[in-house]
């Protein structure tokens, strides 16, 4: 079973990807946003939690119990690399922090770390295009993992929105090369997504006053209305960690 240190967690799509894959367990999660460590809460009650990854260390790992972790997971910020954001790239206050996955992967040594982020972190910045993802590339390769990305959007897996992003998962030189076959699920139907989404939107309007099909247009007064929207906005399509949990399942020799 890989012990999980899901960063950047969100609502926990990363863990709900991977433990649905079989063969992973999340034993501590950091996310800073209130709302969405409840979210945590209330889904892996048992799950130590921190808030700062700035602050978390192998040592405050290892002094709550957590003596080794298989696997680092998260979608660090993509504020200062999006088309649409800062273009600090990663030297930037939040995409930055990057640095601490590579900061704990130095003292936990994991056999395997994921990350999720926009595509422009492989082509950006303008001035000189690629540099960013050399720099991740370079990370990765001073702590002695190998790495391999794939560009994977939400709509292959029949979601109604693009959701482009790419996927990074780098290995320890002991760990096998990942094996995708196999491994896709099946995507949801047209008709089941379209019913699925359509049977959200219609209960959110009924609860909370939110008219479907306009989800920008909040009804004033809605507790944890805006929490809510921008913690689902900003989660992982969980099949994408399961497809890719299993991926490095039959890498390790396992059945997923």
């Known amino acids: 079973m890989f012990k999980v240190l899901d960063l950047f967690s969100g609502i926990g799509g990363f863990s709900l990807g991977l433990e649905r894959a079989g063969g992973f367990k999340t034993v ?3 996310e800073i946003d209130p709302y969405c460590r409840a979210v945590l809460k209330k889904h892996w009650p048992d799950v130590k939690q921190y808030d700062d990854v700035r602050a978390l260390s192998a040592d405050q790992l290892r002094s709550d119990g957590i003596a080794s972790v298989d696997v680092i997971c998260g979608g660090f910020p993509c504020q200062d690399i999006s088309i649409a954001g800062r273009k600090a790239g990663l030297a930037g206050a939040r995409s930055g922090l990057w640095s601490e996955i590579v900061r704990l992967a130095r003292e936990l040594r994991p056999q395997h770390i994921i990350v999720e982020n926009v595509p422009n972190l492989l082509t950006g910045p303008s001035e000189r295009p690629g540099a960013w993802f050399g ?3 370079g990370d990765v390769a001073e702590i002695g993992m190998d790495a ?8 292959g897996l029949g979601a109604h929105f693009v959701g482009d992003r790419v996927w990074i998962i780098a290995s320890s030189s002991a760990a096998g090369r990942l094996r995708w076959e196999g491994c896709w699920p099946t995507p949801l139907g047209e008709d089941q997504w379209g019913r699925d989404e359509f049977e959200r939107l219609v209960r959110l309007e009924i609860e909370h006053g939110v008219p479907a099909g306009s989800l920008g247009r909040l009804s004033d007064g ?4 805006v929490a809510q929207l921008h913690a689902f906005g900003n989660a992982v399509v969980p099949q ?4 890719i949990g299993k991926a490095i399942m039959r890498a390790e020799g396992m059945n997923p």
């Not at 391999?148 to 709509?155: D, G, L, N, Q």
């Not at 994408?240 to 497809?243: D, G, L, W, Y």
Request: hydrophobic share 50%; aromatic share 10%; glycine share 0%.
């Open 148 to 155: 391999e990305w794939h560009s994977i959007p939400a709509a």
């Open 222 to 225: 809605i507790p944890d209305r």
């Open 28 to 30: 501590a999660f950091c």
């Open 240 to 243: 994408i960690p399961e497809i």
């Open 135 to 137: 720099r991740v590339l």
